[in-house]
């Protein structure tokens, strides 16, 4: 008899830890960064960048994650309810009030049903506050917008004029992000939701991103960590700004980080190029990481970022996002708690010890009886 209750345990023991990991912290590779075979990732200037679909082909070659895939990041309206929202467009994920009662910024709205070459840029006169917060926004004078030939930079159909004096950023206190991580690393999550019938920047699946993340502290100290397309490995992976288009960068030598909707790898997971196979014109298997709003494409990681957060110096992070080149929208960032360089089981490991687990039940009841 208490062999047979051992085995009723190991059984839910193992149907626990079967179900729990797929509902288990998001865990990404060790980073591991370039374009050969068995590289986990790219670098766009401070942050790592994961992409989804690459590391889900790698793992069982489907080119692209599904519903229920390892690195399916389900990001469809309501799904990312409980994370924290930076930009989105859906008002039922921009609404950040359940991770705090004050000290953090709802989400800013991203562009929906856009357009060739609009532009979109979170700062903003009048931020999403749910609370009134007024201690945030440390980092906006640093931060200002530049619009010399007075571009559309939030969709509107209107040309904003040059941007002067003080704008609004999204923030969020370090204790209030801490408590969400609860320990775990901090993952910012990006939707690529362009048209998919072409290719290239305008009615096609690529797009132009920037990004800084600034950790502030009472005192003024701070500390930048930037996504751009400056300090990267490969030609592709940046665009520099072209006057009277897309340049609402805060510098004339900052560079956007090229968004690439489809990449070339070959059968061992090393990327050929960084666009389709058929444009590249090699023999490989094209990846799609233009996923849409409903599954994030990309996770971008800073070890250094993590760490400051951490060390309870810094008060306040501030994040301040641009992108240009959007022809669908909507596109979305949010934080979620994960593990970077943690061990992945594979799923199939789990069922067996489920099957296993039954099976030896099974096995025992006819021995006994």
């Not at 593990?339 to 099957?355: F, K, R, W, Y």
Request: charge should be negative.
């Amino acid at each position: 008899m208490n062999f047979i209750l051992r085995t009723v345990v190991l059984c839910f023991l193992s149907i626990n830890i079967f179900f729990n990991s797929a509902l288990a912290t998001i865990i990404l590779p060790e980073p591991d960064c370039g374009i050969d075979a068995g590289d986990t990732c790219l670098i766009f200037d401070d942050f790592t960048v994961f992409s989804m679909s690459f590391l889900q082909n790698n793992l069982d070659g489907s080119l692209q994650p599904h519903a229920g895939d390892t690195y399916y990041i389900d990001s469809s309206p309501g799904k990312i309810k409980d994370d924290i929202v930076i930009i989105s467009s859906p008002e039922a994920s921009k609404n950040n009030t359940d991770i705090a009662a004050t000290g953090i910024d709802d989400a800013f709205d991203t562009p929906s049903g856009a357009g060739g070459s609009d532009l979109f840029a979170m700062m903003a006169a009048n931020e999403p506050t749910p609370d009134g917060w007024t201690g945030d926004n440390i980092q906006q004078t640093n931060s200002l917008l530049p619009n010399p030939d007075n571009l559309d930079i939030d969709g509107d159909g209107n040309n904003d004029g040059n941007l002067n004096g003080e704008l609004s950023l999204w923030d969020i206190t370090t204790e209030n992000l801490i408590n969400f991580l609860d320990g775990d690393d901090l993952l910012f999550f990006f939707n690529l939701n362009e048209t998919g019938s072409n290719e290239g920047l305008d009615s096609g699946q690529d797009m132009l991103a920037w990004m800084r993340v600034y950790l502030t502290a009472d005192n003024g100290d701070v500390l930048e960590f930037t996504l751009s397309g400056n300090n990267t490995d490969l030609a592709a992976q940046s665009q520099a700004q072209t006057a009277a288009l897309d340049n609402i960068l805060p510098g004339s030598d900052d560079e956007w980080a090229y968004v690439h909707g489809e990449i070339c790898v070959n059968i061992d997971g090393a990327v050929l190029a960084l666009t389709s196979c058929i444009i590249a014109g090699v023999d490989g298997f094209t990846v799609n990481q233009n996923l849409g709003s409903n599954s994030a494409a990309f996770g971008l990681w800073n070890s250094d970022l993590n760490a400051a957060l951490y060390s309870g110096i810094y008060d306040v992070m501030t994040v301040d996002v641009r992108m240009s080149h959007i022809d669908n929208g909507y596109d979305q960032l949010f934080i979620r708690a994960g593990d970077v360089g943690g061990v992945l089981i594979p799923e199939p490991t789990s069922i067996l010890l489920v099957l296993t687990a039954i099976g030896s039940l099974g096995w025992s009841r006819r021995k006994l009886y």
